[in-house]
């Protein structure tokens, strides 16, 4: 008995990350086209027919269905699998960090905007401005409330002050980068959707999260890229959207942030 007790808040987690996915692949499915993300209800984006809720399990609908639609069999992109298992697991892995606590929220919040920015940019190479300023926003009112109201150890939730500079850190550098680079070759390098971004991770995780968020972007972007290079054989015109790398390093950071300092201000 307890046994069961103990396995049933791992499971209920994951089913929880798992709807939140759902609700998320309807984020990065309409954003992109500017629609509103409660009406209409969900439908197939091929043949518009209305989806049953029966048809709408996260995952399990998906593996029914073989991912065909039920009305048209059109093949449904495995992105909206993938996107429930992810967030599934990943609000797993925080729930195993922080338990049930403030923290957890936040950092569900966070990963769900991270993971919609990731997929939009992959998709039509855009960083949506309509999740990263309010993420801005955001990640500064949870730093400001953790810090007057929750006190979560072990914490991920930077001071309110850490996620200002982190805002101020993450935009400036960025935007001074960007500007050199505009002045010096005459051509716009990094998009300021990726500033934008970088200003809310600064925002949720605080400013010692900036320079590792850029580092492991950077570090994964190069090996990716060079990849995508020696396989397609393309140039080096070859533009990869820099968002999900900026997510990943941030994700990384999100989970290895203590050890990570560690590494870089040992004095501390
Ligand atoms: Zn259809």
Avoid at 13 to 22: D, E, H, K, T
Avoid at 185 to 191: D, I, N
Wanted: include cysteine; glycine fraction near 10%; charged fraction near 10%.
């Amino acid at each position: 008995m307890p046994i069961a007790v103990i396995s049933a808040w791992p499971v209920s987690v994951f089913i929880f990350g798992a709807l939140i996915g759902s609700f998320l692949n309807v984020c990065i499915g309409r954003i992109p086209d500017g629609e509103s993300i409660v009406t209409p209800p969900s439908h197939c984006p091929k043949c518009k027919a209305p989806i049953a809720f029966y048809d709408n399990v996260p995952m399990l609908s998906y593996i029914f269905l073989r991912g065909r639609c039920r009305a048209c069999s059109q093949r449904i992109s495995p992105r909206y699998f993938a996107v429930e298992l992810m967030m599934g697991l990943l609000a797993l892995a925080l729930f195993h960090c922080f338990g049930l606590s403030f923290s957890f929220v936040v950092s569900c919040v966070f990963v769900a905007a991270l993971i919609v920015i990731s997929f939009i940019d992959l998709d039509v190479r855009i960083v949506p401005d309509v999740i990263s300023l309010p993420g801005i926003a955001l990640g500064l009112v949870f730093s400001t409330a953790s810090y007057f109201f929750f006190h979560d150890e072990p914490g991920i939730i930077p001071t309110p002050l850490s996620s200002l500079i982190g805002i101020l850190a993450g935009g400036g550098f960025l935007l001074a980068t960007a500007w050199l680079y505009e002045k010096f070759t005459g051509v716009e390098g990094m998009g300021g959707g990726d500033i934008k971004l970088l200003a809310m991770i600064g925002a949720f995780l605080g400013w010692p999260a900036i320079p590792v968020t850029l580092f492991i972007a950077s570090l994964i972007g190069s090996i990716v890229g060079i990849a995508c290079m020696i396989l397609t054989g393309a140039g080096r015109r070859l533009a990869l959207p820099f968002a999900p790398f900026l997510c990943s390093g941030a994700l990384a950071y999100l989970f290895y942030a203590n050890q990570i300092i560690e590494l870089y201000l040992p004095s501390r």
